[in-house]
Nanobody, 126 residues
C-alpha cells in the first residue's frame, strides 16, 4: 500500500517562503508522475504543480508560476514544493498526489492521480 505524507506547512507572513515535502512509502515511485494540489475553504481542490518521473517535465498553475518550484529526489522517494513570495491567496491545505500511470505526462486534473496524502495546512497572513 502506497502512503504519502506531507510536511512543512505552517503560518508564514506575506512575501515569505515555505518548503513542503512529500515522503512516499510502500513503493518506489521512480516511474510515477507526482503532483501538488491545494484546497482553500469553500473552493474546489486545484492543481498547483506537477513533475514527471525523471523531472524532465514540470507544469505549474498560472497563479504560482515563477514563485513555486516542484522537485523530486528519486533516491529518497520524496517530492518537494518550494514556495516563495507567498500571498494570502495561497492559504490552503496542500495535498501531494501520485499518478501511477503518469510516467512522461503531467496532468492538471485530479482523476489520473490514484494516491493522495492527508494534506498540510499553509496559512499566509500577517
Amino acid at each position: 500500500q502506497v502512503q504519502l505524507v506531507e510536511s512543512g506547512g505552517g503560518l508564514v507572513q506575506p512575501g515569505g517562503s515555505l518548503r513542503l515535502s512529500c515522503a512516499v512509502s510502500g513503493r518506489t515511485l521512480s516511474s510515477y508522475t507526482m503532483g501538488w494540489f491545494r484546497q482553500a475553504p469553500g473552493k474546489e481542490r486545484e492543481f498547483v504543480a506537477g513533475i514527471n518521473w525523471n523531472g524532465a517535465n514540470t507544469d505549474y498553475a498560472d497563479s504560482v508560476q515563477g514563485r513555486f518550484t516542484i522537485s523530486r529526489d528519486r533516491a529518497k522517494n520524496t517530492v518537494y514544493l518550494q514556495m516563495n513570495s507567498l500571498r494570502p491567496e495561497d492559504t490552503a491545505i496542500y495535498y501531494c498526489a501520485a499518478d501511477s500511470q503518469g510516467a512522461w505526462r503531467v496532468d492538471r486534473i485530479r482523476a489520473p492521480y490514484d494516491y493522495w496524502g492527508q494534506g498540510t495546512q499553509v496559512t499566509v497572513s500577517s
